[in-house]
């Protein structure tokens, strides 16, 4: 007899038994979708796919607008005046739907149309995408999840799409040493390649998140995982990520959580700032450098799960976002705060600003002003340091006994004219949200739904607004809120449930 092969690695106690647990598990959670008669997901999402790469002609549909949702993506077409909008998710309280559907949004015609087109990929959220000028026109995506009903389930993608605009197409990249499977990523577009980095995965029996980072060359069609040096940002995901105008990458905020005991979970929202730099040309080393750096500007509350676009080269928008405070008598109990201020960077600077939506001036009273008062010192107030601004606290604004909704910092009030007397005019601003859709399209912001939560109920929102700014004035409603349409279902009499969706309705429109 030949001897037995001594080189072949043993397995410690520990990872048999880990492996008999996982095996077990995994039979006990097959018995579970049984019961209630789910498939298994992963077969789901193949099914899926095969259905889609079977499809042949592009459908499109003039629809009124996209059902409720919230981590869709949001993207301008990079050459028609139009708006993208791709997947997301939809909870009622007792299912969750995800969402697969691409809807254009006219500019001009105002108008929402579905398009089906072929080869698309399975539903998603919170997934990424970035829209390109290059071959007519491109939307790339990368990763996301998709959950079952029921919740019991998550599969994460680690795939990359490419969506053609002319010819209405889909096509999946698939390309070797790509991030792993992930979704709260977040991924931007700079010198013909796609930055990704950070993110989660998380299959409700363990989590990790992510501080890895990784490019895609969008001419060689490869992926390549960059090592990074120096103070490196902790793993986070639905973080901030913007280019800068000397191709370097910045990182802001983000959520993390980690276990502290057995089945108890602590999260952290993430207000540092990091700035990750590429390697000279002519150096052989292809190491990213990180630096942490400092932030100037006004204080504003710690906050994760906000939305942020660039306005210019380098200028970036931030709206809303939550911070959770966390019970001390219960590690499980969370206190929600949720904001709807609009927060500038200067990534250059690294500095925060109030963005003042203000009312168009009296010019009559000012004319007035000016004949009693010396222009210098008129043009002296508008010099008013910014960086002394900082928001009010936090405070309840709705509470009926039913429904109480925790609004963060006020939007900063705008003077009627340049006198030091006459009243303030606060002006209408979006309910506090998290990751609503914010994009810029022809020097216009626009804001697409979001979510907030009050205890254990979800109010998946729907509206849209536009901002011009040019002039900052005001936000204009395209879509009114409406959240009396929304039904939650829980284990309370849904008669309830009705009656604080009525008092709910006017709420929204904070003023």
């Known amino acids: ?253 983000g959520y993390s959580k980690e276990r502290v005991k057995k089945d108890v979970d602590k999260g952290q929202v993430h207000t540092d700032m990091y700035v990750l730099s590429p390697p000279k040309e002519e150096s052989k080393d292809q190491k990213w450098k990180s630096a942490h750096v400092k932030q100037s500007g006004i204080k504003f509350s710690p906050r994760c799960s906000s939305s942020a676009v660039m306005v210019s080269p380098n200028v970036a928008y931030l709206f809303g976002g939550v911070y959770d405070d966390e019970d001390d008598e219960d590690d499980e109990e969370l206190h929600g705060t949720f904001f709807n201020d609009l927060l500038a960077l200067d990534i250059e600077k690294r500095q925060w600003k109030n963005v003042v939506v203000a009312p168009e001036k009296d010019k009559t009273k000012r004319r007035r002003k000016k004949d009693d008062m010396d222009v210098q010192d008129v043009d002296a107030d508008d010099d008013e340091d910014e960086e002394d601004t900082e928001p009010e606290p936090a405070k309840v604004v709705i509470d009926d006994g039913v429904f109480t909704m925790t609004l963060g910092p006020a939007p900063v009030a705008s003077t009627c004219s340049r006198g030091s007397e006459g009243p303030k005019a606060q002006t209408f601003t979006p309910a506090p949200r998290i990751n609503p859709g914010l994009v810029v399209k022809n020097n216009v912001l626009y804001l697409y739904g979001g979510l907030y939560e009050d205890g254990d109920r979800q109010y998946t929102l729907n509206d849209f607004y536009s901002l011009d700014l040019h002039k900052l004035n005001e936000w204009q409603t395209i879509i009114a809120n409406d959240v009396s349409s929304q039904v939650w279902l829980d284990s309370e009499s849904s008669e309830s449930d009705s009656d604080s969706d009525d008092s709910s309705d006017e709420s929204m429109e904070v003023e």
């Open 1 to 253: 007899m030949g001897k037995k092969n001594k080189s072949k690695q043993k397995i410690s106690g520990s990872e048999k038994t880990a492996m008999k647990t996982e095996k077990k598990m995994n039979l006990k959670m097959k018995k579970e979708l049984a019961a209630i008669g789910e498939d298994d997901i992963e077969k789901v999402v193949a099914q899926i796919e095969r259905e889609e790469a079977a499809r042949q002609k592009v459908v499109e549909a003039v629809v009124d607008q996209p059902s409720r949702r919230v981590n869709f993506t949001l993207t301008a077409h990079p050459f028609k005046d139009e708006l993208v909008m791709l997947g997301g998710e939809f909870h009622d309280g007792r299912q969750t739907t995800v969402y697969g559907d691409m809807f254009f949004y006219s500019l001009n015609k105002k108008t929402w149309t579905v398009v089906k087109a072929p080869g698309a990929p399975p539903p998603r959220c919170g997934h990424q995408a970035v829209a390109i000028s290059s071959n007519k026109g491109e939307l790339w995506v990368f990763g996301g999840e998709f959950s079952s009903p029921s919740e019991s389930q998550f599969y994460h993608y680690k795939d990359l799409w490419v969506f053609n605009f002319g010819e209405k197409k889909w096509k999946k990249v698939a390309v070797p040493n790509g991030p792993t499977s992930r979704s709260g990523h977040r991924m931007v577009y700079a010198k013909k390649q796609l930055f990704v980095f950070g993110g989660f995965h998380d299959n409700t029996r363990d989590f990790k998140y992510y501080n890895d980072f990784y490019i895609f060359d969008l001419t060689a069609y490869t992926w390549q995982k960059v090592e990074i040096t120096g103070i490196v940002p902790p793993p986070r995901s639905g973080c901030i990520v913007l280019p800068t105008t000397d191709n370097k990458i910045l990182i802001y905020g």
